[in-house]
């Protein structure tokens, strides 16, 4: 909404001759023993066909194989996440691992919230219900009414709205800052059953939005129906 190995082993066999010469006199023929590196070059070939023919003729053996020199999860991926359903079914979405729960609930409302271990970086949905249809007008000012008593932090500080943009999926993008400059974030607003709203917000502090940008686009948009 906000914003988405094999590899190969090449094998070189090299055969190395010598370069053989002609001799008239007759040589001893005394056998010669092979050394210690002609036998373990020997013996490593056969251990190799033996593997080789291993695999060919088992290949869940060598799936196994590569399946258990799998990094575990969280090595692979520097931000795994968890799957978080709200209470009432209303969503899901994927929620970086790590990140700090809170809920809570007031009047005609509740909120879950996941903040960065750090504090600079947050997602929450609030799902606000009176029992009354909301839309048009009344639908925009409550809207606006959740993102000052939940992200304006202060008597001298106020939310400015940068952009207001109707979504394919019938929901509305508000891009916003705080008067300070300090923060800044991005809320989606949609109706369910014409009476709840929901309002799923990602905020960042402005000195860290490189750091979670990303982080916050791959949450959001995994936002979806449970």
Known sequence: MLFALAGGVIMQTREVFSND????????????RPNDRTIILVIG???????????????RLFQSILDAVKPANGAANENPARIFTDRNNY?????PEGWIYLSGNGDHYYFDQFKSPDGNALIENIVYDEGAPLEGAQLGQ??????????DSGPNETIQLTDDTPQQDGSERLSWNLSSGNRSGVS???????????LLTAEW?????????????KSVSSYRNP
């Open 21 to 32: 010469r002609t001799q008239k006199e007759v040589m001893s023929i005394e056998p010669r």
């Open 142 to 151: 409550t809207a606006l009414q959740l993102l000052d008593q939940f992200y």
């Open 188 to 198: 989606f607003v949609e109706v369910r059953n014409s009476k709840t709203l929901l």
């Open 91 to 95: 969503y899901q979405m994927d929620i």
């Open 45 to 59: 070939l056969i251990l190799l066909g033996m593997v080789v023919v291993t695999f060919v003729t088992d290949p």
């Open 205 to 217: 502090s402005n000195d860290y939005k490189s750091q979670y940008m990303d982080i916050l686009d």
